[in-house]
């Protein structure tokens, strides 16, 4: 009875592995595929920039190809980052005080832990995967950084601003009065981590939290923006304004 139950097990875990196959296959195929169609869909409300009123905040939209970040001036006559993130009060190595935020979103490992995508466990990656991780904010301290093709300003409305500031506050934990938020050390030197509110999945990334973020703006973006492309698709190179990428 043994020997003939060999290949009942052999065809099952022929079947398993095919499940298997089928499976990464459609991840590796399916999933840009559909990020290249959600992304593509405007999928939410926006609100009217009214660009040419007396009254506008321009902010940036940054990629290095694989992430994305929010640029945001540390100090308006709406918001004072330096009252959320300790680290836009401090000088950088020369001297200089920021005048600009670079804020984004991640998975905790990756920003405290892996400082190149040859760093990054095999392990860590399969978690990321499969059950996904825990969120952090990270920041960029700039001074007076310059438009160009990977950071694309984008003129906005006061009640935009307003509604951006707000869509960034509330990935962050509440904090008791009188406290300042803890600051993190990472993957960058030059730059602050913060703990966050959410959770790290293949359908929240990093780029999905931006586009969400400007989405809550009124800014136009896609549905779903799992990758640095889908989010700056929407957003024009300087001089090319109304012109999106495909």
Known sequence: MAAASVPGIGRRLLRIA???????LALVVG???????????????????????????????ETNGTHTGIIVPVV???????????????????????????????????????????????????????????PLMRVSHYVRPGAGPNHRPVEISLVQYQRLVAAIEDALPSIPSGKTRQVLSGTYVNDAYYEAEGSYTLANTCNTWVGNTLAEAGIEMGLWTPFAGGVMKWIPEPGTAGNRET
Do not use: C
């Not at 095919?18 to 990464?24: D, K, S």
């Not at 595929?33 to 593509?40: D, E, K, P, R, T």
């Not at 401090?90 to 040859?118: A, C, K, Y």
């Open 76 to 134: 308006s006559a709406s918001k004072d980052w330096r009252e959320t993130f300790p680290s836009a009060s401090q000088p950088d190595e020369h001297g200089r005080m920021p005048t600009h935020l670079s804020i984004g979103w991640g998975e905790r490992e990756v920003f405290l832990n892996v400082p190149t995508w040859g760093d990054l466990k095999a392990s860590t990656a399969l978690r990321i995967a499969t059950v996904g991780g825990d």
């Open 18 to 24: 095919l499940i298997v196959l089928a499976a990464l």
């Open 31 to 61: 999933y840009p595929l559909a990020a290249w169609v959600g992304s593509s869909i405007p999928g939410h409300e926006t609100v009217k920039s009214e660009a040419a009123a007396a009254q506008t905040v321009t902010i940036m939209v």
